[in-house]
């Protein structure tokens, strides 16, 4: 999806730059390539710079309640420092680097609501305009595809995906906002929980399953939130359904021992991991420093059907919705 935009800060018959984004999705912390495409105008200019910008559009919670915003998580310089002829034709291609806490968008080619785009901005003779904002897709890692697959065949059915401003405690995250995928409980769980969220924390050398669970409460007692963490490598060759069985088990048997005690994190998780397990992953500390990550949800057990149709639709709506009013907003 491709925006072309007069670079109207510029004034009549300044350049137009159009951005083409290669056209397969990207992994977490891969190489997003394509081309900028500008067209010289009524005169020559110089380009003093061609940026990239990602762009998220986050969740935010606050004591008024909850808000979205457009977050830049991270900005590459990827041309400038020549004259552009009037007129003239001329493409910059560009190969940079995404971050590991990426996030992702899509599973198996189902869009899962998370709205990302890559948003090109053209500096000429001191003055700066945003020419064009295109919709970015990222794919999972295979260990995150492996542990949303496991969960599938677990029968965790999939229920929405956003990206939250704030930071998890304890890690090592680089971002300021993070990835959270809300699962159904499996039949076997329902009893004991209302839903799952997971965010993975990805890095160089692996990530982090960061599990929380929303537990129901009994005659007696009130529900309370379980959490728990686990690390994995990006190449791990494990038994994945069992692993992950394993894990539900351990988070869902939780005691409420480690319920509301030390804070988790300093923003509130859904307002769930403000009252988390701080120290519930005592060996699950041994992750390196550096992590961060991407997330996703659904897979093939993950009731991928309800992520696409009718919220697909929503999803170009709202991107388009985005972009659009993105740069209305924005200095």
């Known amino acids: 999806m491709v925006f072309k935009r007069l670079l109207g800060s510029l004034g009549v018959g300044a350049p ?13 912390g891969g190489t997003l390539g394509g081309q900028v495409h500008l067209k010289g105008g ?20 606050h004591e008024e309640g909850e808000s979205e915003g457009v977050v830049v998580f991270d900005r590459f310089t990827v041309g400038g420092g020549f004259r552009l002829a009037a007129g003239e034709a001329r493409s910059v291609p560009f190969n940079v680097t995404l971050p590991w806490e990426t996030p992702v968008t899509e599973l198996y080619g189902q869009p899962l609501g998370i709205v990302l785009g890559v948003r090109t901005e053209l500096a000429v003779a001191g003055a700066k305009d945003k020419g064009d904002l295109d919709q970015l897709t990222v794919a999972p890692l295979p260990a995150q595809e492996a542990v949303l697959e496991a969960l599938g065949q677990l029968g965790f059915g999939f229920r929405s995906a956003d990206l939250e401003y704030g930071r998890i405690g304890g890690t090592g995250q680089q971002l300021p906002f993070y990835q959270e995928i809300e699962l159904t ?22 990530l982090e399953v960061v599990l929380e669970a929303d ?36 988070l869902v048997e939780h005691r409420s021992a480690y319920g509301h005690g030390a804070p988790f994190a300093d923003h509130g998780h859904h307002g ?18 550096g992590m961060g990550t991407a997330i996703a949800a659904g897979a093939a057990g993950l009731a991928v059907g309800a992520v696409g149709g009718m919220v697909a639709a929503e999803v170009v709506d709202e991107v388009g919705d985005f972009f659009e009013g993105d740069d209305e907003s924005e200095d």
């Open 16 to 28: 137009t730059v159009d951005t083409v984004l290669d056209p397969a999705p990207v992994l977490p």
């Open 42 to 61: 009524q005169a020559d200019f110089d380009i003093e710079h061609i940026t990239l910008d990602l762009v998220a559009r986050v969740e935010a919670e």
């Open 185 to 206: 409980p499996a039949p076997r769980y329902a009893h004991r929980i209302n839903e799952i969220e997971l965010t993975f924390l990805a890095g160089p050398a692996g």
């Open 215 to 250: 537990k129901r409460g009994g005659l007696f007692s009130s529900g309370h939130d379980a959490l728990t963490r686990f690390t994995v490598g990006h190449h791990d060759a494990r038994d994945w359904t069992a692993e992950v069985d394993g894990w539900i088990r351990q």
């Open 272 to 289: 769930h991991h403000g009252h988390g397990d701080h120290h519930h992953d005592d060996d699950h500390h041994r992750s390196g420093p």
